[in-house]
């Protein structure tokens, strides 16, 4: 009894171990595809939501930069690149060595993108190759339509900048990059400074200036970017592995 | 309540064998590849493939039917707004360039900028004025680009490594390099023996894929003078009068404009992203900062197709346009429909002068369909740097620059890039990108991408050496740049025909771009 037990308790576990072999494209082909997906998408980036207490229709899709909202302290709405060995010496010029590092900065980054419907299917693409004989390639199929437009509401970012580090890191030999001292602090690195323009009369002379109140309250830097309306796409967009036999750029 | 009652009862050994088999299959961790094994993989990418598409930017609003959608242009009211953020400086403000700003300078604005309804589609009827083409054909819409590509031609997106590329010094090194392309420009054109007929085959490789070569890009813009002592929303807001610091109630401070380029396809372009070779140092016009950073390199191809047979006919007293001009064209108008419109189109009525659909909402106006600069025929091939002579980005800390690296005094890249033109010495590879060929092609059928001089191209323009090199058209026929749609004429030519134009073999030394007073 008890060896039979064991018995079938051994062939229950007994199941083979083979190695993960490539499907063929005519493999693929064998398997009956169902139909596929429809997604909808919706990112809330920094703006006021509808699960937000204060939320009326009001002030949909505006910068949650409110009292306890998300982007109370703008320097936590920001995002910042820095590209590779970007840094300002001690003398002001321009070094890929050393120095003050260098950030690009996109502050009150926002927006709302909706993509009502995205079709995802798994199609084969029928095409002819180099002899003209019909070779089937299975690929991925995603699909828009013209009467379900993504809606883009407020997108882009309040003003772009260019801000360095208050302290020196440098480019090791292996490519890695350290600070030269420890101890640098939040307000010390140049992604997380959240300057904004105040208000300027008007003045004449050499360095004279119209009055400023146009900027007054916004974060510093030289351009914004803000993208509102319904984005109608129609067709399909086929994705598929590309092998050198199909095409010689690969 | 209930027991759990055994009818079995095991064997504490029978146990442990069982637990020990289960757990006694062969695993296999996680082994890490070293690099040499993964440069034996053979990076295949991605192969994308647009079909049936067409895109275009419309109003905040609810779901429209495509019907809807195809037909109703004044619905194309979505916008990017580009925020103009940062004070003026003196130095702009200073327009009489006295030293001081006061009431003796002209007033100076910001520029607010909306881009309205951009648009991507086919060239289906060949309308200037029009920025999708209505109707559909069995569901699909007569704007819908069929197949952007081929299967065995599409967009691609890969990683590629380039190996033995010159650095900036003496040395030399592997670029390993993200590659986004276009699909290829099917090899058309060919010159018969004279070196200046061009004959052009039908699409033998990129059949199906005809509609890459005939696309339609639209858009229309309001460009406003912004008074930056209001405040954002103020009632004078863009009512900037003509002195410093004056206001002035109607005047005319926008700009409205509408964009169209029909027919004109991007195959042949392609962006590389890579980190630069170093090498360099702060010696012979170089710089140390072209050293270990991002770089950037392309091709932008904007092509309409070959230009040397659009010639009109002249004789003594008449002169009478090519045919199917709009076919290629590019058009900028500004002029809106409205009550005294001189080109006919008195409705509907114009909006305000400095209405715009962002800010007071309502349609997208109504262009007229005559006006403006029409652009024929334009072929654009631009050279953008290369894995050698990167295009990089730079700051002072404040301001930023965009850099083409000066090609450094070094024969393994120069002479990739300088062009030998008489021929006798081929050791210089460098040659001229324009619509009939792009550099040495290791595809066969299709043209290459690997020239290093650009070449703007406007109207009739011809080769006389096989497309290396290419001349304007200074014939009476010739077309190229005109104010308002050519027409014919009762002269010998048209009075607004401006003629072709032509920026050929133009090499980038060394370029640079940079910000001031940020």
Redesign the interface.
């Known amino acids: 009894m008890?060896k039979t037990?064991?018995l079938i308790?051994?062939s229950l576990?007994s199941f083979h171990?083979a190695a993960m072999e490539a499907l063929t494209d005519s493999d693929m082909q064998q398997v009956e595809g169902q139909a596929g997906a429809d997604l909808s998408l919706k990112l809330v980036l920094n703006q006021i939501n509808a699960s937000d207490s204060y939320y009326t229709t009001n002030n949909a899709y505006k910068f949650d930069n409110g009292t306890g909202g998300i982007c109370e302290k703008l320097q936590f709405c920001h995002l910042a690149l820095s590209?590779?060995?970007?840094y300002?010496d001690a003398n002001?010029?321009?070094?890929?060595?050393e120095g003050?590092k260098?950030w690009?900065v996109f502050k009150g980054v926002q927006g709302t993108i909706n993509i009502?419907k995205l079709g995802l299917d798994g199609v084969d693409?029928?095409?002819?190759?180099?002899t003209a004989m019909q070779m089937i390639?299975p690929?991925i199929q995603l699909s828009f339509d013209?009467?379900?437009?993504i809606?883009?509401?407020n997108f882009?970012f309040?003003?772009?900048s260019?801000e360095?580090d208050d302290f020196t890191s440098k480019?090791n030999a292996d490519?890695t990059v350290t600070e030269s001292a420890s101890g640098a602090t939040e307000s010390q690195y140049g992604y997380l400074k959240a300057n904004k323009?105040v208000a300027?009369p008007?003045?004449?002379?050499?360095?004279?200036?119209?009055?400023?109140?146009?900027?007054?309250g916004?974060e510093?830097?030289?351009?914004?970017?803000?993208?509102?309306?319904?984005?109608?796409?129609?067709?399909?967009?086929?994705?598929?592995?590309?092998?050198?036999t199909?095409?010689?750029?690969? | 309540m209930t027991t759990l009652n055994y009818t079995v009862k095991f064997h504490k050994t029978v146990l442990v064998s069982f637990i020990g088999l289960c757990l006694s299959q062969s695993c296999f961790a996680l082994e890490e590849m070293s690099d040499e094994k993964l440069s034996d993989t053979t990076g295949e990418g991605i192969a994308l493939l647009p079909r049936d598409t067409y895109m275009v930017f419309q109003g905040a609003g609810v779901n429209q039917t495509q019907d809807t959608v195809l037909t109703n242009r004044s619905l194309d009211t979505g916008y990017i707004y580009y925020v103009p953020v940062g004070p003026l400086s003196s130095i702009v403000q200073d327009t009489n360039k006295d030293g001081v700003v006061n009431a003796s300078d002209h007033s100076v604005g910001k520029a607010d900028l909306y881009l309205y309804g951009l648009a991507l589609s086919k060239n289906a009827s060949n309308n200037a004025n029009l920025r999708l083409d209505a109707g559909s054909t069995n569901g699909v819409a007569n704007a819908a680009i069929k197949s952007w590509g081929t299967a065995t031609n599409p967009w691609i997106f890969n990683v590629k490594t380039d190996l033995n590329v010159p650095d900036f010094g003496a040395g030399a090194g592997s670029v390993t390099y993200l590659n986004f392309e276009a699909p290829l420009y099917e090899n058309l054109y060919s010159f018969a023996a004279d070196k200046k007929t061009v004959t052009t085959s039908a699409f033998v490789n990129d059949v199906g894929g005809e509609d890459a070569y005939n696309l339609k890009l639209a858009f229309w813009a309001d460009g406003f003078v912004r008074d930056q002592s209001k405040a954002d929303k103020d009632p004078n807001q863009f009512n900037l009068g003509e002195g410093f610091s004056t206001t002035a109630t109607g005047r005319a401070n926008r700009i409205r404009l509408q964009g169209i380029f029909n027919g004109f396809g991007l195959n042949g372009s392609k962006i590389q992203l890579f980190q630069t070779l170093g090498g360099a140092t702060n010696t012979g016009g170089m710089s140390a900062f072209y050293n270990n950073t991002l770089g950037l390199a392309g091709v932008i191809r904007l092509n309409s197709g070959d230009g040397s047979k659009l010639l009109g006919t002249s004789t003594a007293n008449s002169w009478t346009a090519p045919a199917n001009l709009m076919s290629h064209v590019f058009r900028i108008s500004t002029q809106e429909c409205g009550v005294g419109n001189l080109n006919g189109c008195t409705t509907p009525a114009a909006q305000d002068i400095l209405s715009t659909p962002a800010i007071n909402g309502g349609t997208a106006p109504t262009f007229s369909d005559k006006e403006g600069i029409y652009i024929y025929n334009l072929n654009t091939n631009l050279v953008l740097g290369s894995l050698y002579q990167p295009l990089i980005l730079g700051s002072d800390g404040t301001n930023f620059s965009i850099e083409l690296a000066r090609i450094p005094n070094k024969e393994s890249i120069y002479k990739k890039i300088y062009t030998d033109y008489t021929g006798a010495d081929t050791s210089y590879t460098g040659s001229t990108c324009n619509v009939y060929n792009c550099g040495a092609s290791s595809i066969a059928g299709y043209q290459g991408s690997s020239a290093t001089h650009s070449s703007i191209s406007i109207g009739t323009v011809y080769s006389t050496d096989a497309g290396k090199t290419l001349l304007a058209d200074k014939s009476a026929g010739a077309v190229g740049v005109s104010f308002n749609q050519l027409n014919n004429a009762t002269s010998s030519n048209a009075q607004n025909n401006l003629g072709s134009a032509l920026i050929d073999g133009m090499l980038i030394q060394h370029m640079k771009i940079t910000t001031k007073g940020l």
Do not use: H, W
Not at chain 1, 220 to 240: D, E, R, S, Y
């Open positions: 008890k037990v064991l308790l051994t576990v171990l590209v590779n060995n970007r300002v002001g010029l321009a070094s890929s060595t003050n260098l690009v009502q693409l029928v095409y002819k190759n180099t390639k690929s013209a009467n379900q437009p809606q883009i509401r882009g309040n003003s772009l260019i360095k480019t490519g323009y300027k008007q003045t004449t002379g050499a360095n004279g200036s119209t009055a400023n109140n146009y900027d007054v916004r510093t830097g030289f351009m914004g970017v803000q993208m509102n309306g319904n984005l109608v796409l129609q067709g399909k967009l086929m994705m598929f592995s590309c092998d050198s199909m095409n010689k750029r690969c």
